[in-house]
């Protein structure tokens, strides 16, 4: 942040944009930004109103907030505003995630190889994986039977849709121990797992290891 205050360019950018902006909400230090550009005192501060947290998918108050980082507020205000892909593609190009043992499997969907219905699917089960969903349901969006549907998705995908949804949960859960210090009981429910112990057990049972063990490991 001691750069940014720094650069003089960056600063009289926010100068020229700020008064073309319908709403400007600083995350993190951002406010620190507003203050150098002589924005913090004025009147219009009140327009970014601190509801960043608001924006945030799932965090209904700014307890639950305080683990989220200010980059993955950044993200979800651009979900908010464009969608998941969008927002996908500025975390890739900021900041690369770590790769994990399921990423190989959950990026398959974006295959040539898979069809347009099961590549639909696939993502479809990726985007809502941290919710309570049904393997029927990934069929409707396939617009298939569930019989064709789970036949069609082990050939191209060369897992099942059961197996695939499980490992799009581990994939999120790896990435939420790697870079944010949420309690392991709060990450299993956040990737649709359901409880810490639920996810200790696939953890075992899929990487040999615990997900305490798992944190410290990736971030040592």
């Known amino acids: 942040m001691s750069s940014a205050l720094r650069d003089e360019r960056l600063v009289n950018w926010l100068r020229r944009v700020h008064p073309r902006s319908d709403t400007v909400i600083p995350i993190g230090d951002g406010r620190l930004l507003l203050d150098m550009a002589?924005?913090?005192?004025?009147?219009?501060?009140?327009?970014?109103?601190?509801?960043?947290?608001?924006l945030l998918?799932?965090?209904?108050d700014?307890?639950?907030?305080?683990?989220?980082?200010?980059f993955q507020s950044a993200?979800?205000?651009?979900?908010?505003?464009?969608?998941?892909?969008v927002a996908r593609l500025v975390s890739d190009w900021v900041a690369p995630s770590a790769e994990t043992?399921?990423?190989?499997?959950?990026?398959?969907?974006?295959s040539a190889s898979v069809s347009e219905k099961i590549r639909a699917s696939a993502k479809w089960l990726e985007e809502n994986g941290h919710r309570s969903?049904?393997?029927?349901?990934?069929?409707?969006?396939?617009?298939?039977?569930?019989?064709?549907?789970?036949?069609?998705?082990?050939?191209?995908?060369?897992?099942?849709?059961?197996?695939?949804?499980?490992?799009v949960r581990l994939d999120m859960s790896c990435r939420l121990l790697i870079e944010t210090?949420?309690?392991?009981?709060?990450?299993a429910r956040r990737c649709g797992i359901g409880c810490g112990g639920r996810l200790a057990k696939l953890f075992r049972k899929h990487l040999a290891t615990t997900p305490t063990e798992y944190r410290l490991t990736k971030r040592s």
Do not use: H, W
């Not at 210090?181 to 990450?187: A, G, N, S």
């Open 62 to 70: 700014n307890a639950a907030n305080a683990s989220v980082s200010p």
């Open 133 to 167: 969903i049904s393997i029927d349901d990934a069929a409707q969006v396939a617009m298939m039977s569930e019989r064709n549907f789970l036949r069609r998705f082990k050939i191209e995908m060369d897992v099942t849709p059961s197996d695939y949804l499980l490992y």
């Open 181 to 187: 210090d949420l309690p392991v009981d709060k990450v």
């Open 57 to 60: 998918r799932g965090v209904s």
């Open 101 to 110: 043992r399921f990423t190989t499997i959950v990026r398959k969907n974006a």
């Open 75 to 85: 993200l979800a205000m651009i979900e908010e505003d464009f969608d998941a892909d």
């Open 38 to 54: 002589g924005f913090g005192q004025t009147v219009s501060v009140r327009r970014y109103a601190d509801g960043a947290a608001s």
